[in-house]
């Protein structure tokens, strides 16, 4: 069974096996979370990001995948890039997030990564409501059938801690 725990701070200065990011599709850094990976973990993630561009991911990595690369700088042995949907009032997009969260301990799992660190996808830019966002996150991994022991949501503020630990009771 995985341990999921909850810590408010900065996903760049985690500890973990894996960090996850949330990435947009062109792999190639960006605002946000995404920006802020890059920017820490060094330029060996951006070379890793180009190399996969330029060999299975020509078009960009699709909403609700994953794929890793080296961690670089960061105090993890890999990054895990997903991209998360932006949300819409129109269309129901839940699978697509839930997928984000699913992907990415897939890959972990191939990896042999034990310990990952989420941030809360898709709810910055994107725009995904908090509160949904967290009970995806957290419904998605208690339910996934993964080899990895402990999840942490690293959650930048405290209404998006409360969100998380809302839905982990």
């Known amino acids: 069974m995985t341990t999921i725990t909850l810590v408010r701070g900065d996903i760049t200065r985690q500890r973990a096996d894996a960090i996850v990011n949330a ?53 993890a042995r890999w990054v895990i890039h997903t991209v998360g949907p932006v949300h819409s009032g129109e269309e129901d997009r839940s699978a697509l997030l839930a997928s984000c969260y699913r992907e990415s301990l ?25 509160d949904d966002a967290a009970r995806i996150a957290v419904e998605t991994v208690r339910a996934a059938q993964t080899a990895v022991e402990e999840v942490t949501f690293v959650l930048f503020d405290e209404r998006a801690y409360g969100a998380f630990a809302a839905w982990l009771g």
């Not at 802020?36 to 070379?47: D, E, K, Q, S, V």
């Not at 897939?106 to 908090?130: H, K, N």
């Open 23 to 75: 990435a947009n599709s062109s792999l190639l850094g960006g605002g946000g979370v995404d920006g802020a990976i890059h920017r820490a973990g060094g330029p060996a993630i951006l070379a890793d990001c180009r190399r996969l561009r330029a060999s299975r991911y020509g078009k960009g990595l699709a909403t609700g995948r994953a794929v890793a690369t080296t961690a670089g700088e960061l105090d």
């Open 106 to 130: 897939r890959v972990a799992d191939e990896l042999g990564a034990r310990t990952v660190a989420f941030p809360a996808v898709s709810a910055g830019i994107y725009g995904w409501p908090l």
